[in-house]
T-cell receptor, first 112, second 114 residues
């Protein structure tokens, strides 16, 4: 069965600092991996997705994630945090079988 | 604006009642997914429809059911409501099935069961 683990339900970084949100997955087959962002009182929005074309995936708003098969990880990074990045971030995995499993989410706080 | 609409935005009802949540996907999208988001359970996949057919079920209770109509809008029916059903219910749509396309999420329906 597929599963997703996001380490840290809350992460705080200073404005301008590196953002690192961790995601580990388990899947019996090569997975499709996603990061979604949810701003307050809104639905989720896709940041980026991995579909085996390239291990380093660039997304919107300066975010990127690297697929590391040996570590079963798909961590999300951004070099310099901005106040507008404060939101909840969800990692998700799919086997391509009509289901997508979401992690429990990480709330990112940006400190001025 | 994702192009996905959900009605109503808020719903307050009593235990034991039945409610229907409605979702209209983006124009051209054939897949509709339903999710439940609560503080303790996080974001849970409920069910997926593609072009009117049920394609996958997740953690959906037997008291819950859904359908997708010929015009591709979908409804999620929740019956015999319990306090624990209070949550934010999202629908999302995508062009194809398979769970590999970007899903576009609606703004959600907040259900409060008193």
């Amino acid at each position: 069965a597929q599963s997703v683990t996001q380490l840290g339900s809350h992460v705080s970084v200073s404005e301008g600092a590196l953002v690192l949100l961790r995601c580990n997955y388990s899947s019996s087959v090569p997975p499709y991996l996603f990061w979604y962002v949810q701003y307050p009182n809104q639905g989720l929005q896709l940041l980026l997705k991995y579909t085996s074309a390239a291990t380093l995936v660039k997304g919107i708003n300066g975010f990127e994630a690297e697929f590391k098969k040996s570590e079963t990880s798909f961590h999300l990074t951004k070099p310099s945090a901005h106040m507008s990045d404060a939101a909840e971030y969800f990692c998700a995995v799919s086997k391509g079988d009509d289901k997508i499993i979401f992690g429990k989410g990480t709330r990112l706080h940006i400190l001025p | 604006d994702s192009g996905v609409t959900q009605t109503p935005k808020h719903l307050i009802t009593a235990t034991g009642q039945r409610v229907t949540l409605r979702c209209s996907p983006r124009s051209g999208d054939l897949s509709v997914y339903w999710y439940q988001q609560s503080l303790d359970q996080g974001l849970q996949f409920l069910i997926h429809y593609y072009n009117g057919e049920e394609r996958a079920k997740g953690n959906i209770l037997e008291r819950f059911s859904a359908q997708q109509f010929p015009d591709l809008h979908s409804e999620l029916n929740l019956s015999s409501l319990e306090l624990g059903d209070s949550a934010l219910y999202f629908c999302a749509s995508s062009v194809t099935s398979g769970g590999v396309d970007e899903q576009f999420f609606g703004p959600g329906t907040r259900l409060t069961v008193l």
